[in-house]
């Protein structure tokens, strides 16, 4: 107890940095889901094929591997980022392939009469994406975007493995400190502590992922 | 660049390193995926059937490992539980949380299959004078099997996804073995290369062994799509995002 109020502050942080991860990752994800959701449907092949390969690329690839790639290669293409900015950008990747496949699903289960009516008042192809079908499919990816959210949470745990400073670093760093300084451990203790703490954030999601798919069914 | 020149040879060279890996990725998941399927059929009986305290227990044991991050569990097993005396070496650690989250989703898949037999079927099984029991082994479990069983194929090729995970405890297998390689001989862009292409293919693989399983099972099909909650476009969108992981 007395090792946690004096950690509390280290703690906390982590905390933050994880949220702040989750979120940036979600911002950037949905910007390039839909877009790539969007192009999946578009007509020209070309794009559409190249949207669905990226899909299924970082759908099929195991997010360790995705974050191994980035966070290598990014350094022998001579770009220099931190392992912060490798995890978001390869936690972007994964969430927004995730995204763009709701986004296509939900854009299918739009009737076809509503892109007949909104091309027959005179909207252009962009304009009808924009002002008539992606509103409607907005509200029926929202359950599956929170969902993958609180996913999302959970996976960031996973930037600990290229030495991010997230939550579970911190936790990880206390429990060595107080093994070097005092001896004796209190890993169990803290790891229950990292689970309740991530609990608490991830089951209301959930719960509220859960709420809206039964209320759209 | 650091590099100009991409390296064939040397994946070729490495290859029976990576197929050690491998090996332990596919032993790993593979008693993970049984593991899983045990706990998600008995999970979800005890939840369908209301048995008294153990639904409650399952349930609980479902919303912790659904809302925790997998690779905190394994650090808990893995350095968390030897403080209060149980040590488990690291392939084990690996099988046991492996198999442990996927049983948490393998019980939900499965209790969305036995929620979408329609309860029509259920009363007019009743209503011939089977028993409780009789209407389980007859009815639910045969139809509700097969309806989710594709949500269960899903969790299953997570549950491969996942088993890259157990790298942070330092178990061999591929992303291990690849990060190890890379660590002495900085081919990076090889290493990763050929990892990414074997987990594409063990991965795809997997879906494809899983799809001829259940268009084994779906042979009937009619059956099967008459029971409800299957097909909506919300279920089809969560079934897609079980995958996530």
């Known amino acids: 107890m007395e090792v946690l109020l004096k950690n509390s502050h280290f703690l906390l942080e982590g905390v933050i940095n994880t949220l702040l991860l989750s979120i940036s990752c979600l911002c950037i994800a949905l910007i390039i889901g839909i877009g790539v959701g969007v192009l999946q449907m578009a007509k020209n092949r070309l794009v559409s094929s190249i949207a669905r390969g990226y899909a299924e690329l970082f759908r099929g690839l195991p997010i360790v591997i995705t974050l191994f790639i980035v966070f290598f290669m990014l350094p022998e293409a001579g770009i220099y980022v931190n392992s912060y900015i490798s995890a978001m950008i390869a936690l972007s990747v994964w969430s927004s392939s995730n995204i763009s496949v709701a986004v296509r699903g939900a854009i299918q289960s739009i009737p076809p009469t509503q892109f007949e009516a909104a091309h027959s008042l005179g909207l252009s192809s962009v304009q009808t994406m924009r002002y008539v079908i992606l509103p409607q499919a907005f509200r029926r990816m929202l359950p599956s975007i929170i969902g993958l959210l609180s996913n999302l949470v959970q996976s960031t745990t996973l930037s600990v493995l290229i030495g991010n400073l997230d939550f579970l670093k911190s936790a990880q760093l206390v429990i060595e400190r107080v093994e070097i300084m005092q001896g004796g451990s209190i890993a169990f203790q803290i790891y229950v502590l990292v689970l309740l703490v991530y609990f608490v954030i991830c089951y209301p999601l959930s719960m509220w992922a859960k709420r809206l798919e039964r209320s759209y069914r | ?245």
Do not use: C
């Open chain 2, 1 to 245: 660049m650091s590099r100009l020149s991409f390296d064939f040879g040397y994946i070729i060279q490495t290859l029976p390193v990576l197929m050690v890996g491998l090996k332990m990725t596919v032993f790993i998941s593979v008693l993970a995926i049984l593991f899983s399927l045990l706990i998600g059929l008995s999970g979800a009986a005890a939840r369908t059937l209301k048995v008294p305290v153990v639904s409650r227990i399952v349930a609980v044991y479902v919303d912790i490992i659904r809302n925790t991050p997998l690779l905190v569990h394994v650090f808990f097993v893995y350095f968390g539980l030897p403080i209060i005396g149980i040590k488990l070496d690291a392939v084990t650690v690996g099988i046991v949380t492996l198999s442990l989250w996927g049983g948490a989703f393998a019980v939900e898949n499965f209790r969305g299959g036995t929620d979408a037999v329609s309860k029509s079927l259920i009363e007019s099984g009743e209503s011939l004078g089977l028993s409780r029991w009789q209407v389980v082994r007859h009815i639910i479990v045969p139809l509700g099997f097969r309806i989710s069983f594709p949500a269960f194929s899903n969790t299953a090729v997570s549950v491969i996804k996942n088993s890259a995970y157990m790298t942070g405890i330092g178990v061999v297998e591929l992303t291990f073995v690849a990060v190890d390689r890379m660590a002495y001989d900085f081919k990076t862009y090889e290493m990763l290369l050929a990892i990414a292409v074997i987990y594409l293919a063990l991965i795809w693989g997997a879906s494809y062994l899983f799809s001829r399983i259940e268009r084994r099972l779906d042979f009937n099909k009619k059956t099967v799509k008459g029971g409800k909650g299957r097909g909506g476009f919300v279920e089809k969108l969560a079934l897609s995002f079980r995958r996530g992981n």
